[in-house]
């Protein structure tokens, strides 16, 4: 039971606290831990993904030639890939990423998915959008220092509030169901009440800017219909797979210059240096053929460590893949009753989806409730074609308890899937070069050069992931123009591969 605690408290429910490091305990269930599996090729359906004409790019560039050659690869097409792409096109535009092929004035970018696109985590997650106010950030000032934590909640901001702005200003926010509805942490306890506010405090005293709002059990229960504490702060609900469609469609469109291609159920296996006397410097292998790049970009999330065997495990570089579950149930109420906030407490997460007839009873996208698994708390798995039933059991059993009457008991889910997140021991992501931190040689560190990651978000990577793809897209431009990288003022320096691969 010792050991079921422990593992609980490393790998917590989407949004609650963990600890920073794994003990020997945790350790010793991942001894001889093996790289990720590459993504399972029949995945569970997901409402995102499976709803009719959703996925307009599901099987982009699977058929044909591919293409043979690129200056930067990336690899993966979720919200982190997509982003990368997004940001070349900009970089290109503002003048900041050099053309290195003045021949043809082109930059030649590559994005290879090994399944339908964007059908990683940002195809099959719980669609919250929720910049951090002040959650977690005692923790985060104990980790990391007042000026990395603060950073921690700025690097959110700017890229979920970024994200509703090219939303809008593009005219397709409407498209892609972004709303901005507010977010709820829903308190259960006097005691999580408490440390909500011990949290707010220390925000407060970092001299962090707050914008919450904090409401009684009556408040609650006149307003919301569960009797309970919460406290409300902004946020946003989103279709994320529509949301990175029509990122990479604008993409397309911001320069000529970039020439940007998709090649879906392209799964990479390898990536193997080439000769030195190349003009490229990386030869990724698919099942399709090879592709040489200048530089790569592993967008790959949880399954980072199958190109990158050092990254396996729970050690300080490490990245795990965590199953989560998700289901969309049908509530027993009209949109007014429920409130289009982005709820969640310790258990799990959910939102009602936007309606079009004020008296439909909407859609609620609920996930969470992970320990329900058991052990090992579907930690270490890439399976994503299954979904666990005890997990479901809670899951259905949920909103009945908490809002009695809005929604009703033993109602099956309208669908249920699953998905894989990436964890990594501080429960930050790894933004920047590739390094191997098991050898640490400058020599080995050199071995990756050209190959950079933004990966390992956990549970809570949208209003993450669009920055971080900024950042390497700004450190590639850097290299390849003799300038040092500069962060930006919002970009927490705990997230660089080179701080955290050698600790100090
Ligand atoms: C069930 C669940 C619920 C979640 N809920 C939320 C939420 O509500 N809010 C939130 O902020 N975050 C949530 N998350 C986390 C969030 O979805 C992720 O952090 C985020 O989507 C990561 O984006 P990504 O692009 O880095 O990774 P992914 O979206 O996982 O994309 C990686 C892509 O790489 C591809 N790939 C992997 N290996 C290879 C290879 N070798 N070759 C080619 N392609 C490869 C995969 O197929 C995949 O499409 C949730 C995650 C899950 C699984």
Redesign the pocket.
Known sequence: MARVRVLLTLFPV?YALSVPTLDNSAQAIFAGKQPAD??HPDPTHSFWTHSPGANPLAGEGSTGELTNEADVCI???????VSVAYHLANAIQHGTFPVQDEGTNKVRAVI????DF?????????????PYEFSRFRRAEALFGREAALRLYAIEHYSASEMARIARTAGWADTVDLVEGGHMDLLLTEERVKEAKADFDAAVAAGKTLNATWLDRDEMNSTYGTHNWGVRSPGYNVWPLKFVTQLFKQTRKVTPVLDLRLHTRT??TSVSPLMAASFRRWELATPRGIVQCSYVLH?????AS??LPHMAGPGPAGIVPVR???LAMRANAPLDALSKISWVNNEG?WFPRPVTDVAEHPLVIL?GARDAAGPPFEIDVTDDSIVDVNVGDVLRAFLPTLFPGLYTPGREPEAEW????GYTALDIPFVGPVLNTNDVEEEDSYSYKGQFIA?G?A?????R?FACAEVVVQMIAAELSNREWVAPAWFPRPFLTSVRDRPQ
């Not at 690899?75 to 890939?81: L, R």
């Not at 964007?118 to 929720?130: D, I, P, Y």
């Not at 967008?299 to 399954?303: K, L, R, S, V």
């Open positions: 989407a590459l993504p690899i993966g097409s979720g919200i982190t890939g290879l998915e090994a399944r964007c059908s990683g985590a940002t195809g099959r997650n719980g669609g919250n959008l929720t799964p990479v967008a790959t999330n949880g399954y199958h190109l989560g579950q998700v997460y996930g699953t998905g894989i997140m990966a978000y549970g809570h990577g949208m209003p992931a």
